[in-house]
């Protein structure tokens, strides 16, 4: 039995209401990325306190093709873009995070009780795949 996580989880201490600070243009924000298409606007989104980084095209044809072709920015750490906290931490950031947390756990014949150190979401899959593969069960 694998037990994985689908997405990570961050500490959020603070959050950043874009939209309550007159944005110039039209602003798709979704708690864990704020989204534009107008290049004016993204300057604007790149001065703005409690913004990461720019998510490069790449990334977003990876993650999230649903905004390819949008310049799409994303929270400093430990922060979520809207009006308040509503947890101490949440889901929904790039994976590429420093700080993103991720569940694996593994049960079954063959696997002895142990505590890995924590590892990025990005290596859950060679990891499972490894497994699988050890166990005699990869196609």
């Known amino acids: 039995v694998a037990l994985v996580s689908d997405h990570g989880f961050e ?45 490069p095209e790449s990334e977003l044809r990876e993650y999230a093709p649903a905004l390819a072709g949008s310049m799409v920015f994303e929270p400093a750490e430990h922060v979520i873009f809207g009006t308040k906290i509503f947890e101490v931490g949440t889901h929904g950031y790039f994976p590429t995070r420093k700080d993103y947390r991720s569940v694996f756990i593994l049960r079954g014949p063959g696997i002895r009780p142990r505590q890995a150190p924590e590892m990025s979401m990005l290596s859950i899959e060679p990891r499972l795949e490894q497994v699988l593969f050890l166990a005699g069960t990869m196609p």
């Open 11 to 55: 500490r959020v201490d603070r959050a950043v209401d874009l939209k309550s600070k007159d944005p110039p243009g039209e602003l798709r924000v979704m708690g864990f990325v704020a989204a534009t298409k107008d290049a004016l606007f993204a300057e604007w989104l790149r001065r703005q306190d409690g913004v990461g980084r720019q998510i």
